[in-house]
């Protein structure tokens, strides 16, 4: 299939995991990807595959909690291929795995900072684009855990979650009269670093998810980017305000 070609997209994140997936996934059908996120070596990497698969990127270094710099990726965007049509806010972090009462104050700040402000500041400036330039889409990633399931010792994250769940309908709401279609993709755990717990090998991972999980397996990257891609494409153009959950059963 080739659904994107002539279409921009940008992703954040880009550089590891889900994001690298998903921008060699637009890339594969026909899109001018731009690559971001804050460490330019990966990048660049994720560049390298896209180009070797005889695809379309640029890398562009950003910092999702820097406003200035969200607004210059968007401008960037723009002047290196004429326009943004995609915007796939992945970028966000993990941080300490303890109980409430013992999450640090730092911790809780750089969680809900990057998750959640981050994406709606991408939002903002992507939206400012959209809306002066025949609208567009966006699919922010948020996960199962927040608005969908709750485990132990994750509170910053699940709560930064649940908010990009609930931020993804309202932007939803509030931008499609100006031809803006936002939804989100809500993974479980992924074939992704993420959904390692501390020292555990991906072989770990895998037994643990035999038990875990109703599918007894982490959902592969190929198969997130299938989702975001899906809620990006023509196909879905009534499709307003969605959180597609893709976590093997989990929170079924
Ligand atoms: N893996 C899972 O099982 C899973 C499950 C549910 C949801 N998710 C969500 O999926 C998304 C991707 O996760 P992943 O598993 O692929 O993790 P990952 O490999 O750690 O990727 C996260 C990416 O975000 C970038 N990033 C982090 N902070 C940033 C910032 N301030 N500005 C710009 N970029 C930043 C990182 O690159 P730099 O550090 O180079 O900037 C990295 O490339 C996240 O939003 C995560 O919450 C993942």
Redesign the pocket.
């Known amino acids: 299939m080739n659904r994107f070609t002539g279409k921009t997209v940008l992703v ?9 997936a998903i921008a060699l996934a637009f890339a594969a059908e026909g899109a001018s990807v731009v690559a ?4 330019a070596a ?2 660049d990497e994720t560049v390298g595959l896209i180009e070797a698969d005889g695809g379309t990127a640029v890398a562009v270094t ?4 820097d406003s200035v710099l969200l607004q210059d990726l968007v401008r960037e965007s723009v002047s290196r291929f004429g326009g943004l049509d995609i915007a796939v806010n ?5 941080r300490g795995a303890v109980p409430v009462g013992e999450v640090s104050e730092e911790d809780w700040d750089a969680v809900l900072r ?2 959640v402000t ?1 994406v709606w500041l991408a939002m903002k400036h992507e939206i400012a684009h959209m809306k002066e330039n025949g609208g567009g889409v966006i699919v922010n ?5 927040g608005a969908h399931l709750r485990i132990p010792n994750t509170a910053a ?1 699940i709560t930064s ?1 649940a908010a990009v769940s609930a931020l993804t309908r309202a932007a939803a709401l509030d931008h499609i009269h100006q031809g803006i279609r936002i939804n989100a993709v ?5 074939a ?4 390692l717990r501390p020292g555990e090998t991906e072989a770990g991972r895998a037994e643990r998810m035999k038990s875990e999980n109703p599918l007894g397996r ?1 959902a592969k ?1 190929e198969e997130v980017a299938a989702a975001v891609l899906y809620l990006a494409s023509p196909g879905a153009g009534s499709v307003v305000g969605t959180d597609l959950v893709v976590d093997s059963g989990s929170s079924a």
Not at 62 to 65: E, G
Not at 141 to 145: E, R, V
Request: no cysteine; charged share 10%; net charge positive.
């Open positions: 954040s994140g880009a550089g590891s995991g889900l994001g690298r971001a996120g804050r460490t990966s990048l950003a910092d999702v909690t992945n970028a966000g972090i993990f990057t998750n981050g990633i948020s996960s199962n855990l994250y979650k809500s993974p479980g755990a992924s992704a670093p993420m959904s982490v990257a």
